[in-house]
């Protein structure tokens, strides 16, 4: 799913694109994907477009007379940007067509779960932010008591957006690793300079991703938005030495998601325990990095 650096440099370019400008048509060509009826979405063709910004993974599009184009690109949505006369992708399951261009959006997979909601009015669009603090913008102060306001592991209290904007599966593992702090620690056990060393950390390295993709991106439009990047430390790099110590990065794997970490810099040696493979071998499940090394 497409965090808040890759939201931020999507933003940046539809906001060099298509600021000011007027959306002159917009298709839908999957039923799936809009989840409004009221306004209809032919309300919004003719508007010029007069913000575009970020809330929480979402992207809003401003449109005149208050109507905002709201997409949440789930974890296989992304947007395309073609110029006026080039080529648009006939996987599109929604098209806005300007003067300068057209912006489509595709989703990977047979799943569609990405959305799309035409609101009217600044409430209505309020009412779709989940909360979180902005971490970018916030004092640690702020971010303390937000992290402590409830009792999670930390890598819950991260992809919270209750609690945190933008924050998903892939930085969250880059911030706990910055830390050096364990992914299922909890909230409320972190004393004050542990607190201060993840708020360093998140801070860092979101906007360290948001520099790198901004620079990668150049002028053009951002493609291969992915949740897996190369220079990443621990998420997406199972087995692989991780960059600080050499260690063999592991993982803890839930539902549809995992959990990657350095049981060296992490969790001071410990192992996490998969429940999947950790019930298979039960006993023989290794509780440390260096049993599971020498194969004991």
């Known amino acids: 799913m497409p965090e808040l650096p890759d939201l931020t440099v999507y933003v940046e370019a539809l906001d060099a694109r298509i600021l000011a400008e007027p959306l002159q ?7 799936f994907l809009l989840r409004t009826v009221a306004p209809p979405i032919q309300a919004a063709e003719g508007r010029r477009v007069t913000a575009v910004r ?17 997409f949440h690109l789930m974890i296989a949505g992304r947007l395309h940007w073609a110029a006026r006369g080039a080529r648009v992708s006939g996987r599109a399951l929604a098209r806005l ?12 997979g047979s799943e569609r779960r990405a959305a799309l909601h035409l609101i009217a009015g600044a409430q209505a669009l309020a009412a779709q ?11 640690l102060e702020e971010f303390s008591a937000r992290l402590r306001s409830e009792n999670h592991t930390l890598k819950r209290a991260l ?8 924050i998903g599966n892939a930085y969250s593992d880059e911030i706990l690793h910055g830390a050096r702090l364990s992914p299922v620690e909890l909230t409320r056990r972190l004393d004050d300079a542990q607190v201060a060393r993840l708020y360093a950390a998140a801070r860092a390295q979101l906007d360290a991703w948001t520099q790198r993709l901004r620079e990668r991106a150049g002028c053009a439009f951002p493609e291969k938005v992915t ?8 998420h997406g790099r199972f087995r692989l030495p991780c960059p600080v110590c050499g260690t063999r990065v592991q ?3 839930y539902a549809a998601n995992e959990t ?24 023989d499940w290794p509780k440390t990095i260096d049993a599971l090394e020498r194969g004991t």
């Open 25 to 31: 048509r917009i298709l839908i060509r999957s039923p």
């Open 54 to 70: 970020r809330i929480a993974k979402r992207i809003a599009i401003g449109l005149e007379g208050d109507l905002w184009l709201l």
């Open 97 to 108: 067509e300007f003067a300068r261009g057209t912006l489509t959006l595709t989703e990977a």
């Open 129 to 139: 932010d989940p909360g979180g603090i902005e971490v970018l913008d916030a004092s």
């Open 159 to 166: 992809t919270d957006p209750k609690l945190f904007s933008g």
């Open 227 to 234: 949740a897996f990047r190369d220079g990443m430390a621990v």
């Open 251 to 253: 993982r803890i794997r």
């Open 260 to 283: 990657d970490y350095c049981p060296r810099c992490q969790t001071g040696g410990r192992l996490l325990a998969d429940r999947a493979l950790s019930r298979l071998l039960k006993a």
